[in-house]
C-alpha cells in the first residue's frame, strides 16, 4: 500500500513579533523569505524542501521539547556561526550516529541542529 501523504508541506510556528523573527531567520540563520502575508500576519521562510510558516501571535507559550531540527553538513561550522551571531547554543552531544546541539529563536522556541553520515540512514524511493 502506498501512502497518501508524500511529504510534510509545512511547518507552522507562531511568533509575536514578526518583523523581528523574519530579520532573525533571515540575517541570523541565513534562510530567506518565500513569501509574506503582512495583512493575515503570515510569512513562509524558505528552508529547502519543507518552509516554516511563521504565524503572528499575540501571546506565544513555547514547548518544553526541541520542535524541530534543521541538518548540517558541518554541526561544528553552524554552532560556531550561531555563537558568533549573538545565539545562545547548547553544547554539541554525541549520541554515536548523530550529533547534535539545540538554541532557541526570539520567541523562546527550541530549534536544533543534527548531523549524521547520510549513508548510515536507509532510504526508501517512494
Known amino acids: 500500500m502506498s501512502s497518501l501523504f508524500k511529504r510534510i508541506d509545512t511547518v507552522f510556528l507562531e511568533v509575536t513579533d514578526m518583523s523581528r523573527s523574519i530579520n532573525w531567520y533571515t540575517e541570523v540563520l541565513g534562510f530567506s523569505v518565500r513569501w509574506q502575508d503582512e495583512e493575515n500576519g503570515y510569512a513562509a ?5 519543507t518552509p516554516l510558516t511563521l504565524v503572528r501571535a499575540v501571546k506565544v507559550t513555547p514547548a518544553s521539547h526541541c520542535l524541530l531540527n534543521f541538518y548540517s553538513s558541518d554541526i561544528n ?3 560556531q556561526n550561531l555563537r558568533e551571531n549573538g545565539v545562545l547554543v547548547e553544547d554539541v552531544i554525541d549520541y554515536g550516529t548523530v550529533l547534535s546541539f539545540e538554541f532557541k529563536d526570539p520567541d523562546g522556541h527550541i530549534l536544533g541542529v543534527c548531523y549524521f553520515e547520510e549513508s548510515t540512514v536507509a ?4
Request: charged residues 50%.
Open 45 to 49: 521562510i524558505e528552508i529547502g524542501e
Open 77 to 79: 561550522e553552524a554552532h
Open 123 to 126: 532510504t526508501k524511493d517512494k
